[in-house]
């Protein structure tokens, strides 16, 4: 018995010992540009370099299971695996018909039953653990470490939701960034991703995650010494009660002491770092897509992304009309007959046409079975809203109903959390709704992480400051926003940012309102978001009535449509302003828009093809924009592949183009 036991003392110090020989294991991008060196002792790290620039200082990363097991300390190597990938996929519903996936890999196989893999593109790097264990597992936490040889920029969005100042993971995800320091971090504070690090040389690195399944997002606090990020995430909830707005979210009351219990052979979600030695390239970026699971979906044929007349932001503020507008049957055939016209796809029905707390209780005002035969007759779909809290009480009886109404879709509102629970519902909503061949946008959300490639029914999320908070934010910087989400917020997925306004209104002008809103900035600025902003399911926020007095307007909205073919970023600085071109068929869409600043922008046609005339249609920013933002230039002109031509933005203006074959 004695000598089993020193034998096994032996061989514990042996392993021990060999854990904390520290092992060095290097992965270079395809183009050679990034390398990331990953080093193995007492503890696992890895540091990211572009060229001769350090982007991520040694940083730790470990996964602590149930019983004090944690994966990353002392951790012993089994072997490991390299492998090189150059592929591409189909990508449906986005802003490229096809993705390019070209990286490394380097697989750490460790004993204790887990690895963790790595990849490095030519745009930044990745690594997620995983685990390979036949009973479920416990997760306590996961170290995520960001640490900095210097004390950088910022761009950074912090979670700040007074409803629950207690429960700080209790959030709506929308907030601009503040430019500060690493240093500068607010004390006792969260943020959210994405968020950006503005490096030397002009480089900028943006943080992300892909693939969150079974598992709470991330958010980062400043870590003790200041010179970098630690993770945070929200515990699995345990209790919970109704409250916030109108009572229809879910507070916390209670959470366990783990964030998850989950299948003990999984992959986690990717922890990313984007690199970008030009800013415009942050404006078309694939590395999400790239690192989230293909399509669960067979037949994909039913999905029809577009546009929707929307009627919560414009307060259903119709008028020259013989009947009482509101939430009623006249007001939304009103909303039909316009989308009809227009070849808009969809009408949604937001809140007040049900009971919020139970929809599959009508508002009596409200004839749904009508409007849906009205819409069809009009080639015009129906979406529903509903808040999750509503949806979640009975997700299959609900989605099962509608979806046999001839409803296309649903409107999900107010989850405002992404712990474990959330995101697994979201999942189980997203598969019941495909199941049933309907459509879902979810408004009051986390920032995407690819579910929309695994679920391609998801058109849309929020998880943005968009234009409905113009109604009552009159101190918000938005020209600045919108010229700073195409880099960062944009770069997770789609944004329910609901442009469209047709009252515009200069920097001083500005005033809230809540049934006649106003957007901050240019006529031209509105225009150019359709194109900016990525959203395969994207509102039309102002109203039909608006739209019907402003029909140049309504006309180049309707034309543009919500998925492309091909996208190029022409030229762009974050939280300045921003260009890009994007190819539906044989047409070209362009939208430009700066900041608070005016400028002078050109924009290079080389991007067409060449030996070909192009007709151009342009709407530019009027002579007297800076004074009425409502003014706005149209003109049709004749260009081709050489063409260079400058425009003035005005303070908060824009451009916007269609850009078809003569």
Same mark, same amino acid.
């Given at each position: ?7 096994? $003392? ?45 982007? $991520? ?73 995983? *685990? ?20 950088? +920029? ?125 800013? @415009?390239?942050?404006?078309? +970026? ?51 007959? &316009? ?15 049900? $009971? ?60 405002? @959390? ?84 047709? @009252? ?62 091909? *996208? ?38 080389? &991007? ?39 425009? @003035? ?14």
């Amino acid at each position: 018995m004695k000598q089993t036991i020193s034998l096994f $003392l032996i061989l514990s110090f042996f392993n021990l010992s060999f854990a904390q020989k520290k092992q060095d294991f290097t992965l270079k991008s395809p183009n050679g540009k990034i390398q990331i060196t990953i080093a193995v002792s007492d503890k696992i790290t890895w540091t990211i370099s572009h060229e001769k620039d350090i982007v $991520l200082a040694p940083s730790a990363m470990s996964m602590s299971l149930a019983e004090n097991d944690i994966l990353g300390k002392n951790a012993v190597v089994l072997n490991s695996e390299k492998e090189t990938i150059n592929t591409s996929f189909e990508s449906p519903f986005y802003k490229k018909k096809s993705v390019k996936n070209n990286y490394n890999q380097l697989t750490l196989n460790f004993k204790n039953d887990f690895s963790i893999e790595y990849r490095v593109f030519d745009d930044g790097a990745a690594y997620r653990f995983i *685990t390979k264990r036949k009973k479920d597992i416990t997760v306590k936490n996961e170290e995520v470490v960001l640490n900095f040889d210097q004390d950088y +920029n910022t761009l950074i969005p912090y979670v700040r939701d007074l409803r629950n100042p207690k429960d700080p993971y209790i959030s709506s995800f929308e907030a601009h960034y503040e430019n500060k320091k690493i240093s500068e971090f607010a004390k006792d504070t969260l943020a959210f991703l994405p968020f950006l690090i503005d490096f030397k040389n002009h480089k900028k690195a943006v943080f992300l995650e892909a693939n969150l399944e079974d598992y709470p997002g991330l958010f980062v606090t400043n870590n003790i010494s200041k010179s970098g990020f630690e993770s945070r995430f929200s515990k699995y909830p345990l209790q919970e009660k109704n409250g916030g707005f109108n009572n229809i979210n879910r507070l916390i009351t209670e959470r366990a002491d783990y964030l998850v219990k989950t299948k003990g052979t999984r992959n986690f979600p990717w922890r990313i770092v984007v690199i970008s030695e030009n800013d @415009r390239d942050l404006a078309n +970026n694939d590395m999400v897509l790239k690192l989230s699971e293909p399509t669960k979906i067979k037949d994909i044929s039913w999905i029809k992304p577009g546009k929707v007349a929307w009627d919560w932001w414009n307060d259903w503020n119709i008028y020259n009309i013989d009947f009482k507008a509101g939430i009623n049957t006249e007001t939304y055939k009103y909303y039909i007959d &316009f989308a009809s016209k227009n070849k808009v796809e969809y009408v949604v029905l937001d809140e007040g046409w049900s $009971l919020e707390d139970d929809i599959m209780k009508h508002n009596p005002n409200v004839d749904l079975e009508a409007l849906i035969a009205y819409g069809k007759e009009r080639n015009v779909g129906i979406i529903l809203w509903s808040s999750w809290v509503a949806l979640t009480k009975n997700t299959d009886g609900i989605l099962k109903n509608y979806a046999g109404l001839g409803i296309k879709g649903f409107k999900v509102d107010f989850l405002d @959390r992404d712990d474990a629970k959330m995101v697994s519902s979201v999942y189980d909503i997203a598969q019941k709704a495909a199941d049933n061949k309907l459509l879902l946008d979810f408004h009051g959300m986390y920032k995407p992480t690819g579910i929309q490639r695994t679920f391609p029914n998801i058109l849309n999320f929020e998880g943005v400051k968009g234009l409905e908070n113009n109604k009552w934010t009159p101190n918000d910087n938005v020209p600045t926003y919108d010229c700073s989400i195409p880099f960062i917020r944009m770069m997770a997925g789609p944004m329910d940012y609901t442009p469209g306004a047709m @009252r515009n209104a200069t920097k001083s002008e500005f005033k809230p309102s809540h049934s006649n809103p106003v957007s901050q900035g240019t006529r031209c600025h509105q225009l150019a978001l359709y194109t900016i902003f990525e959203a395969p399911l994207q509102m039309m926020a102002d109203s039909p009535t608006a739209y019907m007095k402003e029909q140049e307007s309504t006309d180049f909205i309707a034309k543009t449509p919500t998925t492309f073919d091909e *996208t190029v970023a022409l030229d762009g600085e974050v939280g300045k302003f921003v260009a890009i071109a994007r190819r539906k068929d044989s047409a070209w869409y362009l939208g430009a828009i700066t900041n608070w600043d005016s400028r002078e922008i050109t924009i290079d046609f080389s &991007f067409l093809e060449k030996n070909k005339k192009y007709e151009a249609e342009i709407f530019s920013d009027g002579l007297n924009a800076d004074k009425a933002a409502n003014d706005y230039k149209r003109e049709i002109i004749t260009i081709d592949s050489a063409a260079k031509l400058k425009y @003035r933005l005005v303070s908060g203006g824009g451009l916007a183009m269609i850009v078809q074959v003569k």
